[in-house]
DNA sequence: TTATATGCAAAACATTTGCACTTGA
DNA sequence: TCAAGTGCAAATGTTTTGCATATAA
């Protein structure tokens, strides 16, 4: 039975592997968008409908709070979950349908960095959201 | 009786002056942090006691939809609010403290136009907030 | 065995809303 | 006058929590 990486990083971080973190994990492993918790707990209890919304809850912020996966708020006044396997990158929102596009860009975080350390700060983390329109053709 | 810009905007847009509104509009142009609904509430109370929470929110809905003020969500789970009268910035939150550090980079913003346009859309806008803590010294 | 994790239902928290009343223009 | 705004309390939607029970290591 080979592990996702999800179910590695729980072992590495002394975490118990339940039978609810599996299926949470093969979920959020499988799971190439940004789902907020409702969408979790639909997606996990198509699997194995064991496991309760303050599982779902109680699991990501553990998940969260070892760098197993990101926890981001695009405005909706809720929040949406994303593992961290990828690269770091940012999210362009499509505020017509929605959709997230992910992109990278050297020289903005360079830029950041250049900014946080002019104002005196290391910087943790950052988040950079831009809010969108396809163009017309 | 000197309108504070607010009011002069509220009056543009056709919106009523009610006397809940001159204080809500006078508490937010005297502050320069970043207060959440609740707080504005306190400061708004504390001038005239005969305004609610509900007034509150729906003004600052209102406001936010004729682009008097900005909704910023910094994580925390709430809204914050500030006045659209500056020049556009993004912030950098001291993560030890929740203080708000306000800062601009002209050459951030083109890259981010650069970035949307490449991807084939037109930005209606964006948000960069960089999570930091002080340097130690 | 036992510290951790879970399910359930209730609570918490920020925000919104229905409705009858009030008020600014 | 009367459409727009307000207060109140109840409702909403998301997330958290207390507690008794179950389980991974």
New interface residues.
Partial sequence: MVKNSIEQKCVQKGLRMTKQRVVIAQVLSSSNDHPDAEELYRRTIAINNRISLATIYRTLKIFNDNGILE?H?F?EGKFRYEMVYKEHHDH?I??ETGKV?E?Q?E??EK??EK??NK?????????????????SS
Same sequence: chains 1, 2.
């Fill in positions: 926890k708020e405005k362009l499509d505020v596009i992109f860009d020289e903005i830029l950041q900014i946080a104002l005196g700060y290391n910087i943790i983390n950052h988040r950079l959201e831009i809010y969108a329109v396809k163009k």
